[in-house]
């Protein structure tokens, strides 16, 4: 195999057709363009202008492959070609001179003058992308980016969506995400926020957003907080291989396990959450449509995270904990086998690590399944009593489940009925005014 073969500028594998072309292209830029932005942000320093690199890239293949077919290595044909983009970029700017000779030096590597003499050479060469990748993962999650900014640019740039596809899969306008990614990009440029993997304490707090932000693009997927669907699949996968990524880069940090390990197993339910196009709960799910190579991935993740807290003398973290309790759920064949004093009792661990409100009203319905509807309600009622969760739909929705198990009828429908105005998704909705006339008609 000839220098050129090995870069992707050698003979194509085959002469599709445009429409086989352009979906090669669509293929091949969903998997490599992160690596793509993150070679080229090490080098021009600026993220906004290595995009734009890379999406002339991506122009020139939609107008090439479907000419001249499919280049034997897209990955690397597309990073030469951005490459020469660059250097015509800097030649244009005379601020940028002085990096002309590293960009020149760096496209005869990859064009074949040093190009992987031996597996030491390819192996060298694929830590360093990893290590670009993981930059851009910190950059792109940085905190000085509102939360909205740092998801809509993480699916852009780490996700390989497109700006209406962000915009679809959170039911937002086009061009206010548009506006949301521009303005992040110029956020990160006026502050100048190195194209590094922070140190130190730093860590741990950049990684927390880091973490934060998969969870919330899975999050949206999982449970759509607005439109007509109960679910958004592709946001989910987004998430799922977002972790997956986490953990290749990050294999030492426990959190990121039990990420990765939490989304496993809840993605394993997908294909039981729903019925004949109608919402289904836990409870009423059909497990044996749950993924089981997924909760394998889980229970393998949630050791790891296991191991690599022991390592460090730590308890378990927040994410860990959350898995293991999506762990319980995996390992109960029948809902009545379900542990629910194991489950309880990890949410009094969660609540303790990472307390909030939310997590108080999931240890409500755990204590209402282990010890009686009388003691969830308890917990419940304290919540609504404090005003921490007004107006989420979740609380009147599990006062109501709690309601109706002590015989409370009419109070259960009420809160249901309250429930399903608070949502602004409209299966939830459905499903909350069912539950609701299922009281009348009992």
Same mark, same amino acid.
């Given at each position: 195999m000839t220098a050129a073969d090995r870069t992707g500028t050698g003979p194509p594998h085959a002469e599709p057709g445009p429409d086989r072309a352009r979906r090669a292209v669509e293929a091949v830029w969903r998997i490599e363009s992160p690596r793509l932005i993150a070679g080229l942000t090490r080098l021009v320093h600026d993220i906004g202008?290595?995009?734009?690199?890379?999406?002339?890239?991506?122009?020139?293949?939609?107008?090439?492959?479907?000419?001249?077919?499919?280049?034997?290595? !897209?990955?690397?044909?597309?990073?030469?070609?951005?490459?020469?983009?660059?250097?015509?970029?800097?030649?244009?700017?005379?601020?940028?001179?002085?990096?002309?000779?590293?960009?020149?030096?760096?496209?005869?590597?990859?064009?074949?003058?040093?190009?992987?003499?031996?597996?030491?050479?390819?192996?060298?060469?694929?830590?360093?992308?990893?290590?670009? &990748?993981?930059?851009?993962?910190?950059?792109?999650?940085?905190?000085?980016?509102?939360?909205?900014?740092?998801?809509?640019?993480? /699916?852009? &740039?780490?996700?390989? /969506?497109?700006?209406?596809?962000v915009a679809r899969a959170f039911l937002v306008a086009e061009p206010t995400v548009a506006q949301r990614i521009v303005r992040a990009k110029r956020t990160l440029a006026k502050e100048k926020v190195p194209f590094e993997v922070p140190q130190g304490a730093e860590l741990a707090v950049r990684l927390a957003s880091v973490l934060e932000v998969v969870y919330l693009i899975f999050n949206e997927g999982y449970s759509a907080t607005a439109g007509d669907d109960w679910m958004r699949p592709g946001l989910c996968e987004d998430?799922?291989? &977002?972790?997956?990524?986490?953990?290749?880069?990050?294999?030492?940090? !426990?959190?990121?396990?039990?990420?990765?390990?939490?989304?496993?197993?809840?993605?394993?339910?997908?294909?039981?959450?729903?019925?004949?196009?109608?919402?289904?709960?836990? /409870?009423?799910?059909?497990?044996?449509?749950?993924?089981?190579?997924?909760?394998?991935?889980?229970?393998?993740?949630?050791?790891?995270?296991?191991?690599?807290?022991?390592?460090?003398?730590?308890? !378990?973290?927040?994410?860990?904990?959350?898995?293991?309790?999506?762990a319980c759920h995996a390992q109960a064949v029948r809902a009545e086998d379900t542990d629910w004093p194991r489950i309880a009792g990890l949410y009094r661990a969660l609540a303790a690590t990472a307390p909030s409100p939310v997590v108080e009203l999931n240890r409500a319905v755990a204590v209402g399944m282990a010890e009686g509807p009388a003691a969830g309600l308890a917990l419940a009622d304290a919540?609504?009593?404090?005003?921490?969760?007004?107006?989420?739909?979740?609380?009147?929705?599990?006062?109501?489940?709690?309601?109706?198990? &002590?015989?409370?009828?009419?109070?259960?429908?009420?809160?249901?009925?309250?429930?399903?105005?608070?949502?602004?998704?409209?299966?939830?909705?459905?499903?909350?005014l069912r539950r609701a006339a299922d009281l009348d008609e009992a």
């Open positions: 202008v290595a995009e734009e690199l890379a999406q002339d890239a991506l122009v020139s293949a939609l107008e090439q492959w479907p000419r001249d077919g499919v280049p034997r290595n !897209p990955g690397a044909w597309l990073m030469t070609t951005a490459k020469r983009r660059g250097i015509d970029l800097i030649r244009r700017n005379e601020t940028f001179a002085r990096k002309l000779q590293l960009l020149g030096h760096e496209l005869e590597t990859a064009q074949g003058a040093a190009v992987f003499d031996g597996p030491g050479d390819a192996a060298q060469d694929a830590a360093a992308i990893e290590d670009d &990748l993981l930059r851009l993962v910190f950059v792109a999650c940085h905190p000085v980016l509102s939360r909205e900014a740092r998801v809509a640019l993480t /699916l852009r &740039l780490l996700g390989g /969506l497109t700006t209406d596809e998430a799922v291989r &977002l972790a997956r990524v986490l953990q290749g880069l990050m294999p030492a940090e !426990p959190e990121v396990h039990g990420l990765a390990a939490l989304l496993e197993v809840q993605a394993s339910r997908s294909a039981a959450r729903i019925r004949d196009g109608a919402p289904v709960t836990l /409870l009423d799910q059909d497990r044996r449509r749950w993924d089981q190579l997924l909760i394998r991935r889980g229970f393998a993740a949630l050791a790891r995270a296991e191991v690599a807290a022991r390592a460090r003398g730590a308890a !378990p973290g927040p994410y860990a904990l959350q898995a293991a309790i999506a919540l609504a009593a404090s005003g921490e969760l007004a107006g989420y739909h979740l609380l009147p929705s599990v006062r109501g489940d709690l309601l109706a198990r &002590l015989g409370r009828t009419a109070e259960a429908r009420a809160e249901f009925v309250r429930a399903a105005g608070l949502t602004r998704n409209g299966a939830e909705q459905a499903l909350l």
